[in-house]
């Protein structure tokens, strides 16, 4: 299988630095019409041709995804006498049945799995690692099971092939990785059909913590880092990080205006920063940059709170499930694992004072003062007090709520990942955890509020989106490297099975 994409060169870099398309991650995921060598070769015979014209020549080689009919534009209607649930539950087919094309793997970007996959929607016309589990939820919350079943194979897969589950099944992102969240799926699966489900994927689950963890030996100290492990004093703690440096290749033109723009920066850091941003999912977000602005982005500087509360979520699943099956060995090494995590996350990134948990700077040696919904991770893995889900709780109450749900963080900045737009997932996160701990009453708002702010949006638009605008009612989400997109799996996902879980349907 190719793993690189097949037309970087002078024609990418021309296609990417011109206006032909309006979103940079059209070209990539275009699918050439011919071998790419052959398409390479005419390019540089015809490009000598003053009257050479490039656009013409992309139609002309590549099929061109219809981006344009996946847009949420506000000016088409397309509601319909569905309710929002009914509604979702009819785009279920349309984002899950995907099988490879063999012609899009052989000659384009795509990557094939055995299994169908789960799309967003929209621009996003393959598998996202995170994305995919708060869908995964939705589909059980709607009796989709064998969909569920086929998503875990497909991480499954994915570990053995890679080593971990790519951000997206596209070689321009094989790269890099996304949060942990295949344990996560894989208990969905243990919660319906029981702990025998959980076996058959242990070795897997395992290669992947393996992953994270890889690195360790090349730590040298208080404050240094290798790879997605940090050592920020006696204890060892993960980052985000991407292998590859330099622009990423579907946000190229972005991320070269971007570099050009500081040129004091170093480029080499500067770009795997924002791909490290990508492999957070939280692209992008002021919770990242030393200020408020992209050009002070500093990703793999930090010790993000809402990764290491995953990865303990993982360690404390591994070792309860190798306890299931028999491996006391194997997880007492995990339970002791989550325990040294649960310890150095308080250490370093709960702040007492503020009753928050923040990202922690090993550069800097301090925490950072960016209050997001990350802090609601620990929550929703067990990991904090009962008195710091109390202070979280009264934070997320004050600070946090407004009236679609809540923001993603208290920072204005133009990014997508700030105020005012909040994101499904997020307020899984949120709901989960607030519940975990007995906030029975603050996390049935948060997701009342959600779920109504989804079907008014619904209810004028006919669709459903990828985030909102959640100070005030009715309103899409704005910010970003592309316009909002609509379809979509995690919305549909947790928007339904909060319905589910809080008997919401009957508001429709």
Not at 131 to 138: K, R, S, W
Not at 216 to 230: C, F, I, K, N, S
Not at 502 to 508: I, P, T
Request: contains cysteine.
């Amino acid at each position: 299988m190719n793993r690189s994409p097949p037309l970087q060169g002078p024609l990418f870099e021309a296609v990417q630095r011109s206006d032909i398309f309006e979103d940079s991650k059209t070209f990539v995921d275009c699918v050439p019409r011919l071998d790419p060598k052959t398409i390479r070769n005419r390019f540089e015979t015809r490009r000598q041709d003053p009257e050479f014209d490039l656009q013409d020549f992309v139609y002309e080689h590549f099929e061109v995804p219809d981006a344009a009919a996946r847009e949420a534009t506000e000016d088409e209607d397309t509601r319909t006498d569905d309710s929002m649930g009914e509604h979702i539950r009819t785009l279920w087919p349309q984002l899950v049945d995907h099988p490879s094309d063999e012609r899009a793997v052989e000659y384009g970007s795509l990557i094939g799995t055995p299994k169908p996959y789960v799309t967003p929607g929209g621009r996003f016309r393959e598998l996202y690692y995170w994305d995919t589990y708060f869908t995964a939820e939705g589909l059980a919350a709607s009796g989709h099971i064998e969909d569920v079943e086929n998503i875990v194979e497909n991480f499954a897969w994915a570990v053995d092939e890679f080593g971990y589950v790519p951000n997206a099944n596209r070689e321009y992102q094989t790269s890099r990785t996304q949060p942990p969240l295949f344990a996560e799926t894989v208990g969905i699966l243990e919660r319906e059909r029981g702990i025998d489900a959980v076996a058959p994927y242990l070795d897997a689950l395992d290669a992947e913590y393996e992953f994270w963890m890889s690195g360790q030996e090349d730590l040298d100290g208080e404050g240094t880092a290798a790879r997605r492990v940090v050592d920020p004093g006696d204890a060892v703690l993960n980052r985000y990080w991407d292998e590859t440096t330099g622009p990423r290749l579907e946000a190229f033109d972005e991320d070269v205006e971007l570099a050009e723009s500081v040129p004091e920066r170093d480029r080499e850091k500067l770009y795997r920063d924002v791909r490290a941003a990508c492999e957070s999912g939280w692209d992008f977000s002021s919770r990242w940059c030393r200020d408020d602005s992209l050009e002070t982005i500093r990703t793999t500087e930090l010790v993000p709170v809402d990764l290491n509360a995953l990865l303990y979520g993982v360690e404390s699943d591994l070792a309860r499930w190798h306890a299931a099956v028999g491996d006391d060995a194997a997880s007492d090494e995990y339970a002791a694992a989550a325990a040294r995590r649960a310890e150095a996350l308080d250490r370093y990134c709960w702040d007492e004072q503020a009753g928050f948990y923040f990202d922690y700077s090993f550069v800097d040696d301090e925490r950072t003062d960016k209050w997001s919904l990350a802090a609601a991770v620990p929550l929703y893995v067990g990991l904090a007090s009962d008195e710091q889900a109390a202070a979280i709780a009264d934070h997320l109450r004050t600070k946090f709520l407004e009236k679609g749900g809540l923001v993603t963080t208290l920072t204005e900045s133009g990014e997508q990942w700030d105020a005012p737009n909040g994101w499904a997932p997020l307020h899984w996160f949120a709901v989960q955890g607030l519940e975990r701990y007995g906030h029975d009453e603050l996390a049935r708002d948060i997701a009342t509020r959600w779920v109504d702010h989804a079907r008014v949006v619904y209810q004028r638009t006919g669709r459903m989106i990828e985030k909102y605008d959640v100070t005030a009612t009715g309103r899409t989400g704005s910010g970003g490297e592309y316009r909002v997109q609509h379809g979509f799996g995690w919305t549909n996902g947790v928007t339904i099975a909060f319905q589910q879980q809080y008997d919401l349907f009957e508001r429709e």
